[in-house]
């Protein structure tokens, strides 16, 4: 079958100004991706329907009514982006197995994230990390930092990445301009996230999740037929290579000898083992345990019992990448060494108009060629999946963190409405920032992808992880030694960070000729070193000033956790809903016209009276929110569960390793 049936080579190999010709041309694909985006849209809607989204508990935090399963998927579904399709399948494509370290290692994070910090985050009652932050420490400046870091590291690492995989994809299978592929998606994402809130975000990201699962399974099964089992792929791997090479050196073309492998050496290894079982494990605690996005969706559970069983079920899943990413994107470079594996500058360019790699086309270049009509168009709709919902997830809790933590300073006696329509309106700007970004994000070397935002992660994460794990473990630090440990990791940070991108990461051709004293240290080493730095600097000016009263602490540190005495805050909060005090004095106001009646309810914002509650209610309801208490027969199965998993984890390590 030719190459010019799938509308392929007029794809990759175009360079210049032509548009490319469309992969998805038959009418199977189209009718299967018209029908996937009527039926997310329906979720979406009847999500919205039925849940409460004109309050910022029912916007923000789905109403603390989500169960287990929707929270375990939708957990999975927000950390699985088109980035890992893109970048996971490239990287292995290059380097072997060892990539999904960075996946498995979430298996022990999950335990963490339910069975030790959630716990605190509910017990002190917050909607947001920064709003923890400063119940514990007091004082504006560390929340404020944290929400403006916060957002950086979503627009550059996290949409970003997101966004620039899934053009890649669209681009190959659609032909479409690039701006025009992701502004289109941005505005269908965009349309769901602001009008249902994270209900809706939940119950797609549940639905997204089984369309991503079946779609990579099936092609899984191609490529496994397509190469003749493992046993096969791990013979033909080592022998993939381009037929063009040029005056190169081997070893920038040659599969690695440890490719199959997942702890490498800790001096020469492209992922030194140290590195990946405890410098990556600094920086996923900040995205595990004290990232918006991921515990925003814990504390929507019904209790912790749920919240345990969602982190269960979503490491479950985080087994599969392996297989449903990693094995395929090293079949891709079997099948197609020549293109997936290309060496030479002027081949690559030739073949996915970037000089330094293709292999991020590993998984693409996959799906067009192996998946028969239909299925193809399946695939697609599975890429949009899995770059929808990473986005909707960024989008709604980029705009908790600047409702609650930003705008509140600038306006802290808005109302409620106000509040909800501020959020809707920074999604609206965050997704121009977005678009005005992705020209930065093409012009960045497309081979680096995945390094490209686990070393940004590495220099600027760490010290967030050490304050949330001292502010949680250790109630003698104060707020003092907090932000001066997270200023002086931050400066540490950014001078590995702006030093390395002003002199180029480079790769095997032409390796940069950045100083080996600051880009030698391999980034997951820096990222534990600047984890030590903060940590010291914190305890060290904690022990030098004034300690927190335990009156402050009750309940927010795990010393403290089951403390039932009243805390006393150390500053009051900046919102409080003055709507209630003006209820009594409301005047009758006009019945709104249809139309403004119409987009007040498509947005959620349409004007029910909640009905006012005493203050024995409101005490009642505080309790329930903060409640942690489980039932002894679900503690039992979920810690039950949690032991499985570990054990889990260390066979799949030992198995790989």
Not at 194 to 208: E, H, M, N, P, S
Not at 265 to 286: A, E, Y
Not at 463 to 489: D, Q
Request: with cysteine; proline share 4%; aromatic share 12%.
């Amino acid at each position: 079958m030719s190459w010019d049936y799938f509308g392929f080579s007029h794809i990759t190999r175009n360079t210049g100004n032509e548009s490319p010709s469309v992969a998805l041309n038959n009418a199977a694909d189209i009718s299967v991706i018209v029908v996937y985006f009527v039926v997310v849209l329906a979720v979406g809607v009847w999500a919205m329907v039925r849940t409460n989204r004109s309050t910022v508990g029912g916007f923000f935090l789905a109403g603390r009514s989500m169960v287990w399963w929707p929270i375990g998927a939708s957990l999975f579904a927000s950390n699985i982006g088109s980035v890992h399709f893109v970048g996971i399948a490239g990287t292995a494509a290059a380097a072997g197995i060892a990539i999904c370290g960075f996946e498995w290692n979430a298996l022990v994070l999950m335990v963490i994230l339910g069975w030790l910090f959630v716990p605190i985050y509910i017990k002190a009652g917050v909607v947001t990390m920064p709003e923890y932050l400063k119940k514990r420490f007091g004082g504006q400046r560390i929340r404020i930092y944290l929400s403006v870091l916060s957002l950086i590291l979503y627009a550059f690492t996290k949409i970003s990445a997101d966004m620039f995989s899934g053009a890649i994809f669209i681009q190959q299978a659609l032909g479409l301009n690039i701006y025009i592929a992701v502004i289109a998606l941005l505005a269908i994402t965009a349309l769901y996230t602001v009008t249902g809130g994270l209900a809706a975000v939940i119950y797609t990201d549940t639905l997204q999740t089984i369309i991503m699962l079946i779609g990579s399974f099936i092609l899984m099964g191609f490529a496994f037929n397509e190469v003749g089992g493992y046993e096969n792929l791990k013979e033909r791997y080592m022998t993939a290579i381009p037929s063009i090479t040029g005056n190169i050196s081997a070893e920038c073309y040659q599969p690695r000898p440890d490719a199959f492998h997942l702890f490498r050496d800790p001096i020469t290894g492209d992922l030194p083992w140290p590195g990946l079982v405890f410098g990556l494990t600094v920086q996923t605690i900040w995205y595990w345990c004290t990232d918006q996005v991921i515990v925003q969706r814990c504390l929507s559970a019904k209790n912790l019992s749920h919240v345990k069983a969602g982190c269960i079920l979503c490491a479950y899943l985080k087994l599969l990448p392996m297989f449903l990413m990693v094995f395929p994107g090293m079949i891709s470079r079997i099948l197609y060494p020549d293109v997936v594996a290309c060496v030479d500058p002027d081949e690559c360019q030739r073949y996915c108009g970037s000089s330094v790699a293709c292999t991020n086309i590993a998984y693409p270049k996959l799906v067009m060629d192996l998946m028969p009509n239909g299925l193809r168009g399946l695939m697609l709709s599975v890429m949009l999946a899995s770059l929808m919902s990473s986005l909707t997830s960024i989008f709604n809790s980029a705009s908790t963190l600047f409702t609650m933590d930003i705008y509140t300073k600038i306006r802290p006696y808005a109302k409620e409405r106000e509040l909800m329509i501020a959020g809707r309106v920074f999604i609206v700007f965050l997704i121009g920032v977005s678009i005005a970004w992705i020209p930065v994000v093409q012009s960045a070397q497309s081979g680096q992808l995945f390094d490209y935002i686990q070393s940004i992660i590495s220099y600027l994460a760490p010290p967030i992880s050490a304050v949330f794990l001292l502010a949680i473990f250790c109630k003698r630090v104060n707020e003092a030694g907090a932000f001066y440990g997270l200023i002086i990791g931050l400066i540490v940070g950014l001078s590995r960070m702006i030093t390395e991108f002003a002199y180029g990461t480079g790769n095997c051709v032409s390796p940069s000729d950045c100083p080996a004293i600051i880009c030698g240290v391999h980034y997951l080493y820096f990222g534990l070193i600047l984890f030590t730095i903060t940590c010291i600097v914190i305890i060290g000016v904690s022990l030098i000033t004034k300690p927190i009263d335990d009156k402050h602490l009750h309940r927010l540190c795990w010393s403290l956790r089951n403390s039932t005495e009243e805390r006393v805050d150390i500053e009051q909060d900046d919102w409080v809903n003055y709507e209630e005090d003006e209820m009594e004095t409301e005047e009758p106001e006009e019945e709104p016209g249809f139309c403004k009646k119409a987009v007040m309810c498509f947005c959620g914002l349409e004007k029910t009276k909640a009905p006012k509650l005493t203050p024995e209610e409101e005490a009642e309801l505080k309790k329930k929110l903060t409640d942690t208490t489980e039932e002894p027969l679900w503690r039992n199965i979920v810690n039950a569960n949690a032991i499985i998993l570990l054990t889990v984890a260390v066979f799949f390590h030992g198995y790989f390793g």
